[in-house]
Every structure is written in structure tokens, then in C-alpha cells.
């Protein structure tokens, strides 16, 4: 029998990672893909499938997380064998200023798909699995965090994600449904959104080498974050809805860095080296040197990172720092990517796009690249 998954956020960073992955293992994958003026799908175009093709193995659906009846509607069309909730408002920054929508989608979004399996009496059949978050920790009560470190929410994100975790440990509890939560790290990739702090800095930096960008301006660049790859982090959502007992896992790489520090990795895979000057909001980042010939437009004594108190947080969570001992224990489950090599795969793959760019702008060809802020 083939098993039919069904994912939210499919669009996203992680659904696009995971959807491939099911796919290799012969799942017939079902995506919630949320309406959009322009398209949103590009992470998944080249495993898009023609759905006039006989017997797609990747079908897509309209719908959102704040719609009960919808997603009512297509859990009992696809009668789903694992549903992977991984669709969310997942802008820590933005959840500031859309604390109530962002409760909507994180918080009774996971409520509505949980009541969907109870009330379509698929508590024995659908595997269930939360994208819960190490922003739960928030203000940290120990180092490294485990399963067990208590929760300090410092967001409306986080505070909306709490309630998803509990609700998912109680569906479990109070109907036996096999529900479990993914306590994740920060993981990025290439295909991370370009306002989250890595993507920013790989984009930034490769389009300021490239003479499209002046400068980056950037927030708290001492928050320490504990970053691991997607494509390391959804095989292992994957692996926990595989279990013979559902149970709550930390994933992440037990490694921590500044933002700093990923800033200096990225000036140095396009052959810059930099030097922090000031301190607090008067801090920048100088260049000292260029090697190669990645970056063309950079010379040394150009400013190419300033602070913007616009991007400091209401409340911030400074230090993330997480124990993979269980899922090692438990899964056999270890990361393969770090974090230096990660950086480098993002700096090359938005190197590549701003070459492209400013090949354009030379034969007077320019193409608007979106400013984004994050
Ligand atoms: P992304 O922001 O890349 O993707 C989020 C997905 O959710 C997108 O497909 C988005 O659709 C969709 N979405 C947003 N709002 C709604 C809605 N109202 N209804 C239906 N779908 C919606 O996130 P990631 O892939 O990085 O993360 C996946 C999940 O894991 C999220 O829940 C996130 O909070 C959580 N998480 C992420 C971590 C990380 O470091 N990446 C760490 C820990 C947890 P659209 O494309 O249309 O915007
Ligand atoms: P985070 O990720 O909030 O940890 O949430 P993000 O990359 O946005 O921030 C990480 C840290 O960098 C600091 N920072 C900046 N952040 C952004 N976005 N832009 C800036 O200019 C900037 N300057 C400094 C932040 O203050 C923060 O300390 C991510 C999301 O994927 C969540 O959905 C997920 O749950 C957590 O990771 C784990």
C-alpha cells in the first residue's frame, strides 16, 4: 500500500525539503498551498506535477490553517496516513505586530488539524507531527536544552507555538492519537525565506559584492543560535512519525555561533575579510581585504554592515543552544551538515543569483531586486 502524507506550509522552506523526501519513498504527497496574488510556489516547481498526468504522486490543494472546514474537508478527501503540520507564520519579528493572526495560524492551527482527525474518527490511522520550536525555550532556563528545559516563550509566535506543542501532547494523552512535536532548531538552507538572518546576510553580502546593494543593516548581531541544515532537519520529522510509540524530540546540532560569526563567514566565502568597528547601535563592519574575484565591487575600507535598531525585537532571545542526545539515542539520528558548510552553499547559490543580475545590468538589462526587510 502506498502512504499518502498530507503537508501543511508545502510552499515553505521545510515542506518543499520534506515533499522531496517523501516522494523518493514512494508516498503519495498532498500539499496545502494558501491562495496568493503572485505565486508562491517556487520551492516546489520542479517537483510540481501536472495534475491532468494520470496518478500524480504530488497533488495540491487550496487552503489555509484558519479555515476548520477546509482543512476538514481535504483531511477527509485524502485520508491522510501522516499529516506533517509545518505550516505557520514563522516570523519571529512579524509576530510582534500580527500577534493576533499569528495565534490563528500557529496556535488553533494545529488545534483545527488535531479535531480534524478526531472528529473524522481517524485517531488510529493519521500519524500526526507538530513543527514545534527551540524558540519555546526563550529566555533559557539551561544550557544546552533538552526535552525536559522548562519553556519561556519571549514572543507571540513562541507563546502561539506553546499552545500548538501542548495541544499536540494532549490529543495524544486524552485519544491516543499518535501526535508528536519536532522541538527544532534554527535551520536554514538555500531555500530559507530571505527576511530570516542567515539568508539575509548571504543574499545581502553576495548583491553588495556585486554592486546591486550598498550596505546591510542588520539587529542584534550577538544573538547566539544553534543552526543546522533543512534537508538534515526533515528527515528526522520524518523518522519520529516512524516510531512504534509517539514521543517528543529535540533536533538540533549541539553547536552554537553569533550572528556575528555567520556574518564573517559569509564576507569570507566571497574573499572578504572584515573588521567590526563601534559598539552597540554605532557598530558596523568594515572590509580590510578582497581576495579574488568574487566580489568586484567591494574595496577595502567600504562600510557594508551597519545597525538598525528597527531590527532589534521587543523581547529577544539571545542564546539557543540544543542536545541532540535523544534523537542520537533513540533514531540513530546525527546532523551531516554544519553550520560553516551550510554558509558556504547559501553564499554560492545567492552568489550565482547576483552574478546573473548584474550580468543583466550591465547590458542594460536590470532586473528590480526586491529590498526585503527582516
Ligand atoms: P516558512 O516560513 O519557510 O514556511 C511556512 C509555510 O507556512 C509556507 O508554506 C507558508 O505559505 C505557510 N503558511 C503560512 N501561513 C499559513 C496559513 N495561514 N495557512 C496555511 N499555510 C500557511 O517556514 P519553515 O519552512 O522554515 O518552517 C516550517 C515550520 O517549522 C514552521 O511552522 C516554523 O514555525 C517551524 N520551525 C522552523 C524552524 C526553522 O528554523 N526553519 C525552526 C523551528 C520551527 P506561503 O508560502 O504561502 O507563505
Ligand atoms: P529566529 O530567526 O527569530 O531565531 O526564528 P531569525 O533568523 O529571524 O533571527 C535569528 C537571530 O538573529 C537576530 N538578528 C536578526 N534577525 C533578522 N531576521 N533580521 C535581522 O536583521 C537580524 N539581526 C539580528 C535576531 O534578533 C535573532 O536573535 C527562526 C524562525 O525560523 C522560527 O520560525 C523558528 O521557530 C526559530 O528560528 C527556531
Redesign the pocket.
Known amino acids: 500500500m502506498v502512504k499518502r502524507a498530507l503537508i501543511t506550509g508545502i510552499t515553505g522552506q521545510d515542506g518543499s525539503y520534506l515533499a522531496e523526501l517523501l516522494l523518493d519513498k514512494g508516498y503519495e504527497v498532498h500539499g496545502i498551498k494558501r491562495r496568493s496574488s503572485s505565486i508562491n510556489t517556487q520551492r516546489i516547481d520542479h517537483i510540481y506535477q501536472d495534475p491532468h498526468e494520470d496518478d500524480p504522486d504530488l497533488i495540491l490543494h487550496y487552503g489555509d490553517l484558519t479555515d476548520s472546514s477546509n482543512l476538514t474537508r481535504i483531511m477527509r478527501e485524502v485520508q491522510p496516513d501522516e499529516v506533517y503540520n509545518l505550516g505557520?507564520q514563522?516570523?519571529?519579528?512579524v509576530s510582534f505586530e500580527t500577534p493576533e493572526y499569528t495565534t490563528e495560524v500557529n496556535a488553533n492551527g494545529a488545534l483545527r488539524l488535531l479535531e480534524a482527525i478526531r472528529f473524522l474518527g481517524f485517531e488510529k490511522k493519521t500519524r500526526f507531527y507538530q513543527a514545534s520550536?527551540?524558540?519555546l525555550y526563550g529566555l533559557v532556563q539551561e544550557t544546552p536544552q533538552t526535552e525536559e528545559t522548562p519553556f519561556h516563550p519571549r514572543s507571540p509566535?513562541a507563546v502561539a507555538?506553546m499552545y500548538a506543542y501542548w495541544i499536540t501532547v494532549n490529543y495524544r494523552e486524552a485519544y491516543g492519537i499518535y501526535a508528536c512535536n519536532g522541538i527544532?532548531?534554527?535551520h536554514e538552507s538555500a531555500r530559507r525565506g530571505e527576511?530570516?538572518?542567515?539568508r539575509?546576510i548571504t543574499r545581502g553580502l553576495a548583491n553588495i559584492a556585486q554592486g546591486l546593494e550598498g550596505c546591510l543593516?542588520?539587529?542584534?548581531?550577538d544573538?547566539l543560535?544553534d543552526w543546522g541544515h533543512a534537508k538534515d532537519y526533515v528527515r528526522m520529522q520524518w523518522m519520529m512519525l516512524q516510531q512504534d510509540v509517539a514521543e517528543d524530540f529535540v533536533i538540533a546540532t549541539g553547536v552554537q555561533y553569533s550572528?556575528r560569526q555567520f556574518i564573517t563567514w559569509s564576507a569570507a566565502e566571497l574573499g572578504i575579510t572584515l573588521r567590526f568597528e563601534g559598539t552597540g547601535v554605532d557598530e558596523c563592519a568594515i572590509v580590510d581585504s578582497v581576495i579574488g574575484e568574487d566580489a568586484p565591487a567591494v574595496s577595502p575600507g567600504d562600510v557594508v554592515m551597519r545597525i538598525d535598531p528597527q531590527?532589534f525585537?521587543p523581547a529577544?532571545?539571545e542564546t539557543l543552544l540544543g542536545s541532540p542526545a535523544k534523537a542520537k539515542k533513540k533514531l540513530g539520528w546525527e546532523p551531516q551538515i554544519t553550520a560553516q558548510e551550510m554558509c558556504a552553499e547559501m553564499v554560492a547559490n545567492d552568489l550565482k543569483v547576483a552574478r546573473r543580475h548584474a550580468l543583466l545590468k550591465e547590458h542594460g538589462l536590470d532586473l528590480p531586486i526586491p529590498l526585503e526587510n527582516?
Do not use: C, D, P, Q
Request: aromatic share 16%.
Open positions: 505557520a514563522s516570523h519571529v519579528a520550536t527551540s524558540e509566535y507555538k527544532l532548531f534554527n527576511t530570516f538572518v542567515t539575509k543593516y542588520m539587529g542584534n548581531i544573538a543560535r550572528v531590527y525585537r529577544e532571545v527582516g
